[in-house]
């Protein structure tokens, strides 16, 4: 919530940043007074933020500081609720961007677009929406004095134009710590070495802006009907995502009472394994489909579990995702053992893989949280890990088994295939921090735990009971996390689980707790739908009270 509410503060606080007195210039307030932010920002830029509603922005501010957990983060810097946090914070601004009345007395119409552009240059500007100059004027000439300490103001008159550039300076010969331009009703701000930026940037043609750009319209178009709160592209051929499996980007983030929703439409590369170009770690869209011939597995998870997850894609297509996952060390290990794991394990596998975490029913909580370096430290003592997937050649499994115990040495573990009395065979693994994760085909379908009494629970279970956290979505990968079920076991566990002195700990663990029990889950899906990647990611609340204090 804290990282929402940085997100949501960010044009707040980039006023803040770049504040400074802005006039009149090219591109008269009332004349663009329906015109949006798009139209000043370049669809050539590295990327932009965009804030459909200046309004609106505010009232989600004020509904985040409705929530215990701000309330809470607020105490932890010295302020006795929410509401006084976020006086705080939008004093440090020097504009309450939470009330109308205070953004039209600066000068700012708050019922229009805001925005950021990222430019290649590597110097962004601000565009905020004008609807009184004067006001505006006064306002950033005051906080351009009291925060950046100015004390000169040059206008400069750009040949060629009507626009007019105001710097602002601490005293002649300085270069301007900030400076702005007036375009199409919006004041176009920068600081640094990027005022000097600004005059091309208001010279924008509309064939040269964003309003231009099909595939963001397009994509814009397809964003929930209700409205989104904050918008974050990133176009095709942008630097920012020369390393990322995907070509463009499109999120959507949006803030109710009950839930945090972010939505991402992404344009998928090329898979690496079918291009030229290697570098390009892209994606096959198969393995982001759902695939037919699954079977579901989700009745075999345990009930106490609090995080489960499902992929329903073909696992044969994830061998992208497996290389990076493994590291160069692992897959050079594997390469010389000659098991290829695309070849001899995922494509051997069926759709519908299912895992589910649990607390452990007495992790070492007087040790804090866990070193994430599994050489020295075992997560299973946290928390217990049960899953399962189903082979479509059930003969295949035990070989494939084998051939992985053979090669677990190398990494510093021991995998040993024992027979239980009922005639099952496990294949458990152990290393120096304690028990790897155990494996045990059963007909076609293959179980995989730890510790051992996970997996003999998975072995022992008809499959029957449905999922234990919901919800989950129908995408090709889908997770779900029960905050409230994990905060119900920690405040469940015995006091031998706390260590000596554990009364300390468990009381300090309990007011965290408590300060963010309006969490109540988080539930992720990735898939791809007409030829686009889409993940959502949504964190359910349970709704903020007012905070009037």
């Given at each position: 919530m804290k990282?929402?509410?940085?997100?949501?503060?960010?044009?707040?606080?980039?006023?803040?940043?770049?504040?400074?007195?802005?006039?009149?210039?090219?591109?008269?307030?009332?004349?663009?007074?329906?015109?949006?932010?798009?139209?000043?920002?370049?669809?050539?830029?590295?990327?932009?933020?965009?804030?459909?509603?200046?309004?609106?922005?505010?009232?989600?501010?004020?509904?985040?500081?409705?929530?215990?957990?701000?309330?809470?983060?607020?105490?932890?810097?010295?302020?006795?609720?929410?509401?006084?946090?976020?006086?705080?914070?939008?004093?440090?601004?020097?504009?309450?961007?939470?009330?109308?009345?205070?953004?039209?007395?600066?000068?700012?119409?708050?019922?229009?677009?805001?925005?950021?552009?990222?430019?290649?240059?590597?110097?962004?500007?601000?565009?905020?929406?004008?609807?009184?100059e004067a006001k505006f004027a006064a306002a950033l000439e005051k906080l351009a004095k009291q925060r950046l300490g100015t004390t000169l103001s040059k206008d400069v008159k750009v040949e060629g134009s009507t626009f007019t550039l105001k710097t602002f300076l601490v005293k002649e010969g300085d270069e301007p710590r900030v400076g702005y331009v007036i375009s199409n009703g919006f004041a176009l701000i920068a600081n640094g070495g990027g005022v000097a930026k600004l005059t091309a940037a208001a010279s924008l043609t509309e064939n040269d802006s964003l309003v231009a750009d099909k595939e963001f319209t397009s994509e814009k178009e397809k964003l929930p009907k209700g409205g989104s709160d904050l918008i974050v592209y990133l176009p095709n051929g942008t630097p920012a995502l020369v390393h990322a499996p995907v070509g463009m980007a499109v999120a959507s983030v949006t803030l109710t009472?009950?839930?945090?929703?972010?939505?991402?439409?992404?344009?998928?590369?090329?898979?690496?394994?079918?291009?030229?170009?290697?570098?390009?770690?892209?994606?096959?869209?198969?393995?982001?489909?759902?695939?037919?011939?699954?079977?579901?597995?989700?009745?075999?998870?345990?009930?106490?579990?609090?995080?489960?997850a499902r992929y329903q894609g073909d696992p044969s297509k994830l061998g992208a995702v497996t290389r990076v996952a493994m590291g160069p060390y692992l897959r050079k290990a594997f390469e010389e053992a000659g098991f290829d794991v695309e070849s001899q394990a995922l494509a051997k596998m069926l759709p519908g893989v299912v895992l589910a975490l649990s607390l452990s029913e007495r992790p070492p909580m007087d040790k804090g949280m866990p070193d994430l370096d599994l050489r020295q430290t075992n997560p299973f003592s946290y928390a217990h890990l049960s899953g399962a997937a189903a082979a479509k050649d059930k003969e295949a499994v035990l070989p494939a088994l084998e051939k992985v115990a053979f090669l677990a040495p190398k990494f510093g573990a021991t995998m040993e295939l024992r027979t239980r009395a009922d005639g099952q065979k496990a294949m458990i693994t152990t290393y120096s921090a304690g028990e790897g994760v155990h494996f045990a085909p059963k007909e076609d379908l293959l179980f995989f735990a730890s510790p051992v009494q996970r997996l003999d629970a998975l072995v022992k279970s008809d499959g029957k009971g449905g999922s234990p956290v919901t919800p989950l979505g129908d995408e090709a990968l889908s997770v779900a996390i029960d905050l409230s079920r994990l905060s119900a076991s920690v405040r469940a566990l015995p006091e031998s689980a706390w260590g000596l002195g554990g009364f300390a700990i468990k009381a300090t663990t309990v007011r965290w707790l408590d300060a963010t029990d309006d969490l109540k889950g988080i539930s992720l899906s990735l898939g791809a739908k007409e030829q686009r990647v889409q993940a959502k990611v949504q964190l359910t609340l349970g709704g903020a009270k007012t905070d009037t204090k």
């Open positions: 990282r929402a509410l940085l997100l949501l503060s960010l044009v707040a606080l980039s006023f803040s940043f770049s504040c400074s007195k802005c006039g009149g210039g090219g591109g008269g307030v009332k004349a663009a007074s329906s015109v949006g932010v798009e139209r000043v920002i370049p669809k050539g830029a590295v990327g932009a933020v965009i804030v459909p509603s200046l309004d609106n922005l505010g009232a989600k501010l004020t509904l985040i500081q409705g929530f215990k957990v701000t309330s809470f983060i607020g105490q932890l810097q010295g302020f006795e609720s929410g509401k006084q946090f976020g006086d705080a914070l939008v004093g440090q601004l020097g504009l309450d961007v939470r009330s109308h009345e205070a953004l039209e007395a600066a000068g700012v119409d708050g019922s229009r677009s805001a925005g950021v552009a990222m430019l290649i240059s590597g110097y962004p500007y601000l565009a905020l929406p004008v609807k009184d009472p009950s839930e945090l929703t972010v939505l991402v439409n992404a344009t998928a590369k090329p898979n690496a394994t079918n291009s030229a170009d290697k570098s390009a770690g892209g994606i096959d869209l198969a393995a982001l489909t759902p695939q037919p011939g699954g079977k579901d597995l989700l009745g075999y998870l345990p009930r106490d579990a609090f995080v489960v």
